[in-house]
């Protein structure tokens, strides 16, 4: 069994994600479910290394052996790119594959609000897509980054950890950069991107103190910042961001943050119930000045009633959303009511 074959077969069966497990056959995720696959033999320990480290380099084998966790890009001609993680686990080497295609797909593609568009073409700020892993950060904020490189003459920066979409020079210019190979890390290379002329920067995910910190002050300082956080909505985004500092420092990250925030987009991809495949469904939170200063106070807890009633400024709450995917017929009602962030509520509307 050759890796490109069965990287060629997870593109066919249109699959996220292809998991190389020890003692077992490859497993692929399709439509966000695991499907063990029925036409290759399982691997024992010794054959999955051995499978793993045929396409490992022989820098990448020394640097997994240090470190016990690898990530990387691979690009197979004429199929596609997948993101590459290779991991440890009960002492067996194993690894999980990421399906990323060639194309961006256009705003539109992802089922994205219009709010979007216009959130994009903002002089400056922050902007922070979250959600669960696998629910398609990356690909919003690539999409998101492609529409800008088409509409301005911006030099556009991202940080990413490994690259995955590839962008190419359209009326920007875009450089990429890749923790591993081209910097250190996240903060390393924020830190240095201020110093290259961005009018965008693209931050792969804010991972620490000091990247949370760089992209604040790159937000308040004139330039359009995205970035990801595994954070499940808006309330928890904001949160999580205040909370990774400590105390005496909370107070003026709060001023800074509610300064700084364009909009927070957290996202969920789900089943779809009118084709295979799955759906984007989304809660948009636009900092007014009435986000602003509950961000300052942190009163958090009153940011979804805000949501709610914010129709007129682009919000939109999950489960409006979640109401007209179902009445759309796009996702089931038991899909629907699963994700519902108010079930009792949700049932009445």
Same mark, same amino acid.
């Given at each position: ?95 999980? @594959? +990421?399906?990323? &295609?060639?194309? *961006?797909?256009?705003? $539109?593609?992802?089922? /994205?609000?219009? !709010?979007?568009?216009? #959130? ?73 991107? @201020? +110093?290259?002329? &961005?009018?965008? *920067?693209?931050?792969? $995910?804010?991972?620490? /103190?000091?990247? !949370?910190?760089?992209? #604040? ?74 986000? +602003? ?57």
């Amino acid at each position: 069994m050759e890796i490109a074959e069965l990287l060629k077969e997870a593109v066919q069966k249109n699959a996220s994600d292809l998991h190389i497990i020890a003692n077992a056959p490859p497993v692929f995720r399709i439509n966000g479910e695991l499907v063990v696959s029925e036409e290759h033999p399982l691997m024992k320990a010794e054959e999955t290394k051995k499978f793993i480290y045929g396409f490992l380099s022989d820098s990448q084998k020394i640097a997994f052996e240090e470190k016990k966790e690898l990530d990387f890009s691979l690009n197979i001609p004429k199929v596609t790119r997948f993101r590459v993680n290779v991991h440890m686990q009960r002492g067996n080497v194993e690894a999980a @594959l +990421r399906v990323v &295609p060639l194309n *961006i797909p256009a705003l $539109e593609e992802l089922n /994205l609000p219009e !709010i979007v568009k216009e #959130l994009i073409n903002r002089p400056n700020g922050l902007i922070i897509v979250t959600g669960p892993t696998g629910m398609g950060k990356t690909t919003t904020l690539a999409s998101m980054v492609d529409r800008i490189n088409q509409e301005n003459k911006y030099l556009i920066i991202t940080v990413e950890d490994p690259i995955e979409y590839i962008h190419t020079n359209k009326q920007g210019v875009v450089k990429q950069r890749e923790v591993g190979s081209d910097t250190l890390s996240f903060a390393n290379a924020l830190k240095y991107t @201020l +110093r290259q002329d &961005p009018d965008v *920067i693209s931050v792969g $995910e804010m991972r620490d /103190l000091e990247t !949370i910190a760089t992209a #604040l002050t790159a937000a308040e300082t004139g330039h359009l910042v995205l970035t990801t956080l595994h954070t499940p909505d808006a309330p928890q985004t904001i949160d999580r961001i205040i909370d990774v500092f400590p105390p005496y420092q909370q107070q003026q990250i709060k001023i800074q943050l509610s300064g700084c925030l364009q909009a927070i987009i957290s996202q969920v991809l789900l089943p779809r119930a009118d084709r295979e495949g799955r759906i984007l469904a989304t809660e948009i939170l636009i900092a007014t000045s009435a986000i +602003r200063a509950l961000i300052r106070e942190q009163r958090t807890e009153q940011i979804p009633s805000s949501i709610q009633t914010g129709a007129q400024f682009g919000m939109q709450s999950m489960d409006k959303c979640l109401k007209e995917l179902y009445q759309k017929g796009l996702i089931s009602y038991e899909t629907a009511i699963s994700q519902a962030k108010n079930p009792l509520d949700f049932k009445k509307m």
